[in-house]
């Protein structure tokens, strides 16, 4: 099975996070850069399903020259090879020119199952696999905590809000995955010393034959018009327990008029 | 009045969802709302037009309810392109994001995920890396494409009376790819759904057990809230994921959320810190938790917590 996974890097969410006061794109320069969290699980996905039924996995990044370095991360657990979407052009594009590209990057890679993170952690916009699949005219499966790969139909468990859905599609197809649905392996230090060799091919917007025009902050779909950082809450008031502490949460909530 | 499309969000137990409400209050502010209903639209139409909805679409059907979204996608565009409505708005939950990318690909138009406010010019307020941000933007291609989070206006009734146009829908093979075979509840009870509810109780890694989570039920209950978990409180198997909060789960901002036994990390904190009110319990007096919340109990949440639900129960 040909599988691509789809790998982002973002600024680590656990840092402090901006936008660029210049021109409102997400500050990379003085965050820690790191692979997307849920991207993580769908890498394991695909190496367990290329595990199970044979095949190649390839990561597709879309990314500055710097996540070449989060390229490398994902293909020491195991990936075969990666294709780098690079392109001083793309910078500031939005959701709906980033389908456009990674549709056309995996019109090139011609995959039977396409995995992905559900989402991630900087945007959190979450469209990407239905995007993608609207543009391909395949499946979606998206928000798998449970992925079945028998042959060429997919089986995936979906969490809903309301408890979860089983959804069921041919090959090829794109699976979006939350973090239920395992636990990444660590890379081995025989798979970091790996990845050092293994082929990334590096693709621009005219390899990839988009006009110029359609991709980056010119060709974006929405604009940010300001950014501004939530002023951050205070604390209030810290009680210690001396027997009545549920009495007096109590009392405030009823202030607030709770109860 | 230009019409404002409005994607219904609905469940069969809870019928109208509340952000369906909110989007419909906020649909009035910017032309004349119309209501998208996928199903059974004659169920939900008493409720649409106590908001404001001045036309309902229904569009039913296996063909439009046994696959994952594709279909909804292309009847909203199929909508957009015969009523040309002034805004599409939907809500900032999974199905409604999906709909949106679906449709912003098939009309070549921008969309706002996230969004909290819009102005009449269709500027839109939009938190950002989990509400430590706060951006204002704009779609700029095309028509606004708006996906309301859960929570950001207050409903307020206006009643109108619509008429209900039932569409006929033809849905291409592309949008019947994957098909939705079973469909399985899992919520407990009646609480209110999560994203939803304006009071949530949350329990974390200090709850200790599955078991004890009947504790933070009990306090949700008395409080009319739901019930949310932490992370570690999740990986730890003491409460299903779907009630996750954080930032690899849901994000809430009700009016009052209670965090027991959570140390609050900035995993969490990112699902939550939009809240208008928090208080906490936790027995660690430097747990970051303190530093968001308007009241903090230092303490163990097993003797605090019992006493609380004792407390209010005296109150009624």
Known sequence: MNIVVLVKQVPDSGGERALSESDFTVERGSASNVINEMDEYAIEEALKVKEAHGGEVTVLTMGPAGAAESIRKALSMGPDKAVHVTDDGLHGSCAVATSKVLAAALGTLNPDLVLCGAESTDGRVQVMPHMLAERLGIAALTGARKLTVDGGQLTVERQTDEGYEVVTAATPAVVSVWDTINEPRYPSFKGIMAAKKKPVQALSVADLGIPAGEVGLAGATSAVLEFAKRPPRSAGRKVVDEGDGGAQLVAFLATEKFV | ?316
């Open chain 2, 1 to 316: 009045m230009a019409e404002v499309l409005v994607v219904v969000e609905a469940s069969q137990a809870a019928g109208v969802k509340k952000v369906t409400l909110e989007i419909l209050t906020l649909a009035r502010t910017l032309g004349s709302p119309s209501a998208v209903v996928f199903g059974d639209a004659a169920a939900l139409t008493d409720r649409l037009a106590e908001y404001g909805a001045e036309k309902v679409y229904a569009a039913s059907g296996e063909d439009v309810e046994d696959y994952l979204v594709a279909p909804k996608a292309t009847v909203v565009a199929e909508l957009v392109r015969s009523v040309r409505p002034a805004a599409v708005l939907l809500a900032s939950t999974q199905e409604g994001k999906e709909i949106a990318g679906r449709l912003a690909v098939k009309l070549d138009n921008g969309l706002l995920t996230d969004v909290v406010g819009v102005e009449a010019d269709g500027t839109a307020t939009q938190a950002v890396f989990a509400g430590s941000g706060i951006v204002k933007s704009r779609v700029t291609r095309g028509l606004p494409i708006v996906a309301i989070r859960p929570n950001s206006i207050t409903p307020e009734p206006a009643p109108a009376s619509p008429s209900v146009e039932q569409l006929t829908v033809s849905v291409p093979d592309t949008d019947k790819l994957t098909r939705v075979v079973e469909r399985v509840a899992e919520t407990k009870g009646a609480r209110p759904e999560l994203t939803e509810a304006s009071i949530v109780v949350s329990g974390g890694r200090g709850v200790g057990n599955a078991d004890n989570f009947k504790l933070v039920e009990e306090l949700a209950d008395l409080l009319g809230g739901a019930v949310g978990a932490s992370r570690a409180a999740v990986d730890a198997g003491f409460y299903p994921h779907q009630f996750q909060v954080g930032q690899t789960g849901k994000t809430v901002s009700p009016q009052l959320y209670v965090a027991l036994g959570i140390s609050g990390a900035i995993q969490h904190r990112a699902g939550m810190q939009t809240s208008k009110t928090i208080v906490a319990v936790n027995k660690d007096a430097e747990a970051p938790i303190f530093e968001l919340a308007d009241f903090g109990v230092v303490g163990d949440l097993f003797k605090v917590v019992p006493q609380a639900a004792e407390e209010i129960r005296q109150r009624r």
